[in-house]
């Protein structure tokens, strides 16, 4: 028996670029209510993919993350549904600039996988003209990438929402107890709640570091809320995509059993999640800094466990960020719905 | 929106085998503490797999699964690892008997996938001779089917453990609002814990249906147990197996999301699972007596989180019915450490 305090130790800034190598940058656009997140990998790193939604949409992800090329270069999250998967292409204009890529000769082709969310019908002008606005918005966010970045109604959080609150971008870290750093990215859009009946609990709140989403625990009454299964109504898509990242050494194969994993953070902060509708799409990177060790397959399951643990902090703290979009009849934040002075 | 009180009622025995045309028979051998379960279906079911486990085993699964033969017989969750893999000809055995399975001009083929969880370090005589004994004990319990069984210790949950308790064979039901039964059989033999930190509340609670596993609700100090992260140690292979199943019409891809979506109660109800030495499986099958009704992709969606919900429910009721092995050294069942007096 192993018993060890995962995830307790927060990193730094409790964002995914707490994960050495790992940049991110956000770009939006206020009218039509959408936007992008491009996390920035320093070097080429190892990726995999985990795809549970029932409706997912994707681009230069299965065949990059499963075929030759092992070196990703980017993870882009946006929102626009299928007019989103643009977002890479501004990404990949902006990594060309630095001379990033996969080298063929003297051509470089960047490996930029992205993820897309249903953000069309959150109030925006969604009347753009012939062309979305997702390459300018791809280029932008990449050509701002730091190690630090703003939560809530942010990059591809911009224009989400739960079926009773705004949604938004989220991101935490953690330090497993062998010495490796796990972050989490996420779009929170999902067809479900991320809190508790009516709330204000968040679903996610046994795995709280801090108070940093509130610090509320879970309601008493927790059975008798649990009951309420509430989802946008109709075929509406939904989806919550993700990227985890650790500053491990894996394999492709361990990269995948992470990413699989870490939907068990899914399914503890939102009710309901992996749904028929939803695009449920979570990415996995690591940037190789530090080996897995003697144990490597303990060393694997803590950083996986811990991965579902920090996606899970993370979406209920997109929510816990999130403010409302300035529309009529627009979702209200969680702050406005219960304060914001708690924080 | 949409709001529902789903998974709310109970359905009659709070069984698998209250979903029509489902029926379950167990066996064991006591001195070798290891057993079989068998849900044999009346008529062929449609059925799909979801295995997110990072190492399963599993018998006639992936190409029956998913090739031309869309009925299968029966679904065969036992214990043995790689040789309890035997267990599914002795259903096969049986289903012969009954003039069962897939007719090839006079010949009949019976389909019965099969999944298997670790049980050979559990204190049991693993010294079966030349040959294990789960050809038998595959037959036994198909011999037997009913629509009452036993839980806890019992069939393929006979030789069960999780990293703190006796795991053990668990099985719930309920319907949902559109009146679709759905029901769930499990062998918990986790790598981690049903309970929160050392007990005795379960992970499951917020999904518990009147006192069916104690009704003791969550504790209030939930976020400070939780950072316990407590797993079988080294790299000993664990794994939760299970099956879920409605009455409800699906195709083979509806029967998939919905065993996607079912693994989202080993995520609320276990922590921790789908680990790298983990074999998670599972089975959905559907018996086709209740069509979807006009709103197919609500209906599917509903009975997708309902089996969420009492996969979860099942879990719990597993651990919770159990009782120890005689065996010195033998894991205590949560009955021993918690009291039998709270049912």
């Known amino acids: 028996m192993r018993e060890i305090k995962g995830g307790e130790q927060m990193s730094r800034a409790n964002l995914i670029t707490d994960v050495a190598g790992v ?85 470089r082709v960047p490996i930029a996988p992205q993820a897309i969310v249903f953000d069309l019908l959150n109030g925006g002008d969604k009347d753009w003209g012939r062309f979305p606005p997702y390459l300018a918005l791809g280029y932008e966010a990449a050509a701002q990438v730091s190690t630090r970045f703003s939560l809530g109604t942010a990059g591809a959080g911009y224009g989400a929402t739960t079926v009773d609150l705004k949604g938004g971008l989220g991101s935490a870290s953690a330090v497993t107890s062998r010495g490796h750093t796990v972050g989490a990215l996420v779009v929170v859009n999902a067809i479900g709640s991320a809190i508790v009946g009516e709330g204000p609990h968040f679903w996610a709140a046994p795995y709280e570091v801090g108070d940093e989403f509130g610090g509320l625990g879970l309601p008493s009454d927790i059975a008798e809320r649990a009951r309420k299964l509430a989802w946008k109504g109709g075929a ?106 708690v924080r």
């Open 236 to 341: 509406q898509p939904a989806t919550t995509i993700a990227l985890v990242a650790t500053d491990a050494v894996l394999t492709r194969a361990q990269a995948r059993r992470v990413a699989v994993q870490a939907n068990d953070g899914l399914a503890r902060a939102l009710r309901i999640t992996h749904a028929p509708m939803d695009g449920d799409t979570i990415y996995c990177a690591a940037t190789g800094r530090l080996p897995l060790g003697e144990e490597p397959v303990a060393a694997l399951t803590e950083i996986g466990s811990v991965a579902a643990d920090t996606l899970a902090r993370a979406i209920a703290r997109g929510i816990y960020e999130a403010t409302a979009l300035p529309f009529e009849n627009a979702l209200p934040a969680w702050r406005d719905r219960f304060g914001g002075g």
């Open 23 to 107: 940049l991110v940058g956000n770009a939006q656009d206020a009218r039509i209510a959408t936007g992008v997140s491009v996390a920035l990998f320093e070097e080429p790193a190892v990726a995999a993919v985990s795809i549970l939604g029932g409706a997912p949409a994707n681009r230069d992800t299965n065949p990059q993350i499963d075929g030759t090329v092992e070196g990703i270069d980017a993870v882009v999250l946006s929102g626009g549904s299928g007019f989103g998967l643009d977002a890479a292409g501004g990404v990949l204009a902006r990594l060309r600039e630095l001379g990033r890529g996969f080298a063929i000769g003297p051509a």
